[in-house]
């Protein structure tokens, strides 16, 4: 493994293929590009949507925007065997030559695996290149065919040093008869530098959070009875409902403050406390367990009923709910995201009136959600696999929660005659445009 992807150094374990000692000279010559003006919008123009090969843009990107993008994110062929990564032969040894020798590559290709990489690492040291040498952070979608030879590449360009971690995106149930049911693909997130990254990631839900409490606040001062403080409050988050998003549900409130009702009484997986039984105040009957028990011990239960932070149902047939205030919210970056894959179609449908307008489209949601993490309001973001738009959506739609200036350039060369940079992704930019603003 190179131990510094800056130089090239190895050290220790490293990945070997036919083709790695050229892959960072394979460059393409810089060129000029040229905007088209009758599918641009806007007299303002901040974000790019550019069409061609990514490899020939990257290299045209390179001169302007070297070290100065913030986030990358990417969607790049999971080299399937089917009809997701074609490969020229005539492009890995000449960069400027035409590509009328790509054909698509199968699983019964024996170099597949190496041609893949050939694909692909020129591709992830020019972005190496553009990213920022203190905010500098990429995002790449990849499942368990090509998952540990991007790891390990990624490890070679960027350093090991500077893995962030693996990101695990449940994205479908497989309920067919198999082995290992696959239900999942992985996000690798590594820095530019990890030392100079800032330590801690906060969600653009923390800045929404402040928004709710001085809002509270606000209508606190002015309202002296709990129950009209209730119905302003109740009021002003009806009227904010997509700004606050998910924060949504903490819009009831007693003497402390906006809380919420959760579901974590019990400690799925693992024995719990089974003995302590908590009354319904209304029936004075046990209340409904967990099945692993309740998570508290006794005292700690006795606490909480002290305290008012237990939420009962109407009966005792109901498993009580632990009252969480909004003041205690935190919001870490996750490993594990659980969101339905077919939301991305679910969100063309939303702008087209179909869902079948592209093929495996990512849902606004997870990118919004990397993205929201890792960004500032100010910050660049790069997609080269821009497929249907979905990370300039998704920057649009942060843009319009937080009120950030974002921008964002996509890199789109469709497949062969299809060119969906002109027919979708740019039209689907332009609709979301009018939804965000």
């Known amino acids: 493994m190179s131990k510094n992807g800056k130089n090239g150094s190895s050290k220790g374990l490293y990945l070997q293929w036919e083709g790695k000692k050229v892959y960072r000279q394979k460059v393409p010559t810089p060129r000029l590009l040229e905007p088209v003006e009758k599918l641009s919008f806007g007299t303002d123009r901040p974000n790019m949507l550019i069409e061609g090969d990514n490899l020939q843009i990257l290299a045209s990107l390179k001169p302007r925007y070297g070290g100065q993008i913030d986030v990358i994110y990417i969607d790049p062929p999971y080299n399937l065997g089917k009809d997701d990564f074609r490969y020229s032969d005539k492009r890995f040894h000449d960069p400027d030559a035409d590509d009328s020798d790509a054909v698509y590559v199968s699983n019964e290709d024996g170099g597949r695996h190496t041609k893949w990489l050939n694909f692909i690492a020129p591709r992830l040291y020019m972005l190496w290149q553009l990213l920022h040498d203190e905010r500098g952070v990429i ?65 653009p839900d923390v800045e929404i959070k402040t928004m709710m409490l001085e809002a509270y606040a606000r209508i606190k001062a002015e309202h002296k009875t709990l129950a009209l403080i209730q119905k302003h409050f109740q009021k002003f988050a009806v009227e904010n409902r997509e700004a606050v998003g998910d924060l949504y549900r903490y819009r009831r409130i007693d003497k402390n403050g ?160 299809d060119k969906y940079c002109r027919t979708l992704t740019a039209k689907r930019l332009n609709l979301a445009r009018w939804l965000f603003t």
């Open 258 to 417: 906006p809380y919420a009702a959760r579901r974590n009484m019990d400690n799925p997986g693992k024995p719990g406390n089974k003995t302590t039984q908590i009354m319904h105040p209304i029936t004075k009957k046990p209340c409904a367990m967990p099945f692993w028990g309740w998570r508290f011990t006794d005292s700690k239960i006795k606490q909480l009923l002290a305290d008012d932070r237990i939420i009962f149902g109407k009966d005792e047939t109901k498993i009580p709910e632990l009252k969480v205030y909004l003041e205690e919210v935190d919001f870490p970056f996750r490993s594990v995201i659980q969101l339905d894959a077919r939301k991305g179609s679910n969100d063309l449908d939303t702008l087209f009136d179909r869902r079948d307008v592209f093929k495996n489209p990512k849902p606004v949601e997870l990118i919004e959600t990397l993205l929201g993490y890792s960004t500032r309001k100010d910050s660049m973001v790069l997609d080269a696999y821009a497929g249907s738009g979905t990370t300039g959506e998704a920057v649009m739609k942060l843009n319009a929660k937080d009120k950030g200036q974002r921008r964002f350039i996509l890199i789109e060369e469709g497949h062969g005659k």
């Open 139 to 203: 995002f790449v979608s990849i499942n368990d065919v090509e998952l540990f030879r991007l790891g390990m590449l990624l490890n070679e360009i960027f350093g090991e040093e500077n893995w962030i971690g693996t990101v695990v995106w449940k994205a479908n149930t497989d309920n067919n008869p198999t082995r290992i049911a696959i239900e999942h693909e992985y996000i690798l997130c590594y820095a530019k530098s990890k030392d100079r990254l800032s330590p801690r990631w906060s969600s």
